[in-house]
């Protein structure tokens, strides 16, 4: 089991950046993907990315392609989401997870961190 702590969240302005990132307990080289949900209040917890182990191969929910990039970097254990001109309705708790196949349901990934609030403001 691998814990997974994120971190990076805040209050922006619409129009805004953020980088969220996520430190794995266990080196990520061993993690074949790793992935970005997040949940509003009263929602369900929706996919928005995730990256294979070398980082070669990314997909993403429609709704941030082109504003958010996911990114790896083995050697420091660790994933990253920046997340570019932000909108209101991407207000939500930003969970990272780790599975062992790429696939934009929750189910598939075993290990979870606590999560990170993201408010973006009109």
């Known amino acids: 089991q691998v814990q997974l702590v994120e971190s990076g969240g805040g209050l922006v302005q619409a129009g805004g950046s953020l980088r969220l990132s996520c430190a794995a307990s266990?080196?990520?080289?061993?993690?074949?993907?790793m992935a970005w949900f997040r949940q509003a209040p009263g929602k369900e917890r929706d996919f928005v990315a995730f990256?294979?182990?070398?980082?070669?191969?990314?997909e993403y929910a429609d709704s941030v392609k082109g504003r958010f990039t996911i990114s790896r970097d083995n050697a420091e254990n660790t994933v990253w989401l920046q997340m570019n001109s932000l909108k209101p309705e991407d207000t939500a708790v930003y969970y990272c997870?780790?599975?062992?196949?790429?696939?934009?349901?929750?189910?598939?990934?075993?290990?979870w961190g606590q999560g990170t609030q993201v408010t973006v403001s009109s």
């Open positions: 266990a080196p990520t080289s061993s993690i074949n993907y």
């Open positions: 997870a780790a599975g062992s196949r790429g696939r934009i349901e929750a189910k598939w990934y075993t290990d």
């Open positions: 990256i294979n182990r070398n980082g070669v191969y990314t």
